[in-house]
């Protein structure tokens, strides 16, 4: 995505501390397969959502619950993965941070995953 920026996992940035952005600075924010592997997801995503602007898009891509293998101490993520997201869990977390639901789909898909696309007020 032309003028996107990645984050990755550093001792400057990464999914809990993004001082390089100033909050309501950003015009989205695109996670995939990252909030898996926190055991803090919900400050983590509270960060990223304080850091769109109103009006700005957080975009999530999770691994959808009924795939064993994303699931921690399976035989593919082993202990990679510190909890299960569901749709339900996650689809809450957002309407009670006063995010509008733009795209929704609980269902897995061919990769079995699921998404959420939710719009910060105002803008």
Not at 14 to 21: I, T, V
Not at 82 to 92: A, D, H, K
Request: one cysteine or more.
């Amino acid at each position: 995505m032309p003028g996107s920026i990645p984050v990755r996992d550093e001792p400057h940035q990464n999914a809990y501390k993004l001082d390089d952005f100033p909050d309501a600075s950003l015009d989205f924010v695109f996670s995939s397969h990252c909030l898996e592997h926190l055991e803090h997801w919900q400050k983590a995503l509270r960060l990223w959502i304080r850091k769109i602007k109103p009006g700005g898009i957080l975009f999530l891509y999770l691994p959808h619950e009924s795939m064993k293998l994303w699931r921690k101490c399976g035989p593919w993520v082993g202990l990679g993965h510190q909890w299960i997201p569901t749709s339900g869990t996650i689809l809450s977390f957002l309407e009670q941070n006063n995010l509008g639901i733009v795209d929704y789909n609980p269902g897995r898909d061919d990769y079995w995953s699921f998404h959420l696309c939710a719009r910060r007020p105002g803008g």
